[in-house]
């Protein structure tokens, strides 16, 4: 990413008190872009945000709530006046166990935090970046996973609520590709992470085997990759889906 090339304008973040996150935003915060962090966590997301610095804000904030999703969009509007970019980052594993034994109340949970938080977010979000003053020059990233291209035992709310978010990058670059508004995700391999540390011993060892490169991705590499997508280097890719897999995608 060139540094400053999305400065001094906001950048929100949600899901941004922990894990990749908050790995995006500090990547970010070191090349000059001011943060926004959403998360749902209060008393994290403020330490999070005042860890970056006093440029930095941070939001309380369930994705899966229109109301509170619309206040975090306004107040983030009046505090920083415009929004340069989205990563739609927070999620949820939801619970591990074969698709028989999902309650239809965790499926929906799942489902409504993952996708329905990141329609949401991006139809709040969106509304605003058109409004800007001037041309418009916005970028939405979604973090998927690889799972919503491979599917997961034992995770299919979580899978299918990642392919959907894959469908909605689609469906939303193509609307808004003459807008100046770019959107693509990325599908990203187990992270070290509180998420991941949610899965036992047997689970890991079967999702590094996987992995032609034998190892969990690093926070950073993620970071890495979203920053470029977020950056003005990024031109001509919209609607599309960016692997960070070791290797274990094969489309
Ligand atoms: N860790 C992995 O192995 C991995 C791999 C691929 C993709 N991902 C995806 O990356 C994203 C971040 O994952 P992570 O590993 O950093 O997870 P994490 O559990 O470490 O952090 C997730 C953050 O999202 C917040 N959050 C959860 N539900 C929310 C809601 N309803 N509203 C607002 N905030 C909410 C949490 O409070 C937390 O701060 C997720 O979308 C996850 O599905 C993770």
Known sequence: ????????????????????????????????????????????????????????????????????????????????????????????????????????????????????????????????????????RARIVNVSSIQAKEGMPMAAAYAASKAGILALTKSLGKELAREGILVNAVTPAAAETDMAREIDAARRAEIVGRIPMGRFVEVGEIAALVAWLLSDNCGFSTGAVFDISGGRATY
Request: aromatic share 6%; proline share 4%.
């Open 1 to 136: 990413m060139n540094a400053g090339s999305v400065a001094p304008r906001a950048v929100i973040v949600t899901g941004g008190a922990r894990g990749i996150g908050l790995g995006v935003a500090q990547r970010l915060a070191a090349s000059g872009v001011r943060l926004a962090l959403w998360d749902r966590d209060r008393d994290a997301v403020a330490e999070a945000a005042s860890s970056l610095g006093p440029a930095h804000a941070a939001f309380a904030c369930d994705i899966a709530d229109e109301a509170q999703v619309e206040a975090a969009a306004a107040a983030t509007w009046a505090q920083f006046g415009s929004i340069a970019g989205l990563v739609n980052n927070a999620g949820i594993l939801g619970p591990v166990v074969p698709l028989w034994e999902h309650s239809a109340a965790d499926f929906r949970r799942v489902v409504d935090v993952n996708l329905v938080g990141t329609f949401l977010v991006s139809k709040a979000c969106v509304r605003h970046m058109r409004g800007q003053a001037g041309p418009v």
